[in-house]
């Protein structure tokens, strides 16, 4: 087989099936990406893939640096516990239980 480039990776193209905020985090089969502005349903938009994010964290959990971190669709909340929930990414570093947000460093 033999490759050819293609693009650089940090953002891929996505085609939402319904309108997308501006940094609203997108599930992306396994993993999760977070839009790079708004997507309109149906059109051609640009989602990080690369990067730490701020996002919101699942309340009263404690997550380490470096803990492999999840996204619960049904909280829109990142935790620690695998579950059926989608890889995120690792905990760029500690938050406290009661911190509103943990820094999640994307799968990539």
């Known amino acids: 087989m033999k490759a050819t480039y293609y693009q650089r990776g940090e953002t891929l193209d996505h085609f939402p099936t319904e309108n997308v905020e501006n940094g609203a985090v997108v599930v992306l089969g396994t993993r999760i990406g977070v839009a790079a502005a708004p997507i309109l349903a149906g059109e051609q938009g640009a989602v990080h893939v690369v990067g ?6 699942a309340d009263g959990e404690a997550i380490d640096q ?4 999840y996204y619960d669709a049904e909280v829109d909340a990142i935790t620690a516990t695998e579950g059926s929930n989608t890889p995120a990414g690792y905990a760029a570093a ?7 947000a943990v820094l999640v460093k994307l799968l990539g």
């Open 94 to 100: 500690s938050a406290a239980a009661t911190d509103a």
């Open 52 to 57: 730490v994010f701020a996002m919101t964290k």
């Open 66 to 69: 470096g803990t492999a971190v």
